[in-house]
């Protein structure tokens, strides 16, 4: 996977009708690079995950993965293009079994020429959905669950992932197991764009970090710098409990 494809945005503004969500943001995932999106909720976390997506349309600023603009491309083409969005609530067909919602995923021309390729490596980086694999995805966990909404966005063999709260709902146990997942996914070369809650467990697998505040990115920095920063700490780790437990 080259440099080239890695995924950039840039001064990208989202409304809807008059109310502004993005107000000229810039972001940029290079190939195997795990950055996490911090911000409060009603930030513009999601809008701004929907709006490379193609699930909402940007008024104004440039998308690009790699060379190939993403702006107003209608969200299969996105997709067929090398960016995935596993959205929050995950999506996933309940009523069909793990490896029908798996191959699913592998719907465009590209993706179906490596289809068991990647197969093989959702099986390898999950293994407790090659044991699940006839089961029926409803009568699953919710961290089994999000696990196969991973592995269905990744069969669409894409160079960037980009994921929308994965741990909601999760029990604590449950989030450390996607979070140790995440860090092997990244670990075969896929960028990973991640929007979550979680800021402290977040930032101990990411490599780069962004500060969202009403639609505008106020800061951004290595992760392990945002950790140790005590105005992060204050607004996104708890404040003084994040230094105890540090």
């Known amino acids: ?12 503004v989202v409304a809807y009708g008059q109310h502004p969500a993005l107000r ?17 909720n009603g930030a513009g976390k999601s809008s701004l995950l929907n709006a490379l997506a193609g699930l909402v349309p940007s008024q104004q600023g440039e998308m690009l993965l790699g060379q190939q603009p993403l702006t107003d491309l209608p969200p299969h083409r996105i997709v067929e293009a090398g960016l995935a969005l596993v959205p929050e609530g995950r999506g996933i067909f309940g009523d069909l079994s793990v ?31 090659v044991e ?3 089961q029926i995805a409803r009568t699953m966990s919710g961290g089994e669950q999000q696990m196969v909404a991973i592995g269905r966005a990744m069969m ?6 980009m994921l929308d709260e994965p741990s909601l709902g999760l029990s604590p146990l449950l989030t450390s197991e996607l979070f140790r997942s995440l860090r092997r996914v ?14 402290r467990q977040s930032l ?3 490599d780069r970090g962004y500060l969202l505040e009403n639609g505008e990115i106020i800061g951004s920095d290595q992760a392990a710098a945002l950790l140790a920063d005590p105005a992060v700490q204050h607004a996104y780790l708890g404040g003084a409990a994040a230094k105890r437990a540090g």
């Open 156 to 161: 669409s063999a894409p160079a960037i992932l």
């Open 132 to 134: 699940r694999r006839r």
């Open 204 to 206: 101990a697998i990411a």
């Open 24 to 40: 000229g943001v810039s972001v940029q995932v290079a190939p195997g690079e795990l950055v996490v999106i911090l911000g409060a």
């Open 186 to 199: 990244r670990d075969t070369g896929l960028g990973i764009l991640l929007v979550e809650q979680n800021a």
């Open 99 to 129: 490896e029908e919602n798996l191959r699913l995923g592998a719907y465009s021309e590209r993706a179906r020429k490596q289809e068991q390729q990647n197969l093989a490596l959702v099986y390898s980086l999950f293994p407790k959905l």
């Open 1 to 12: 996977m080259s440099d080239d494809q890695g995924l950039s945005c840039r001064d990208v």
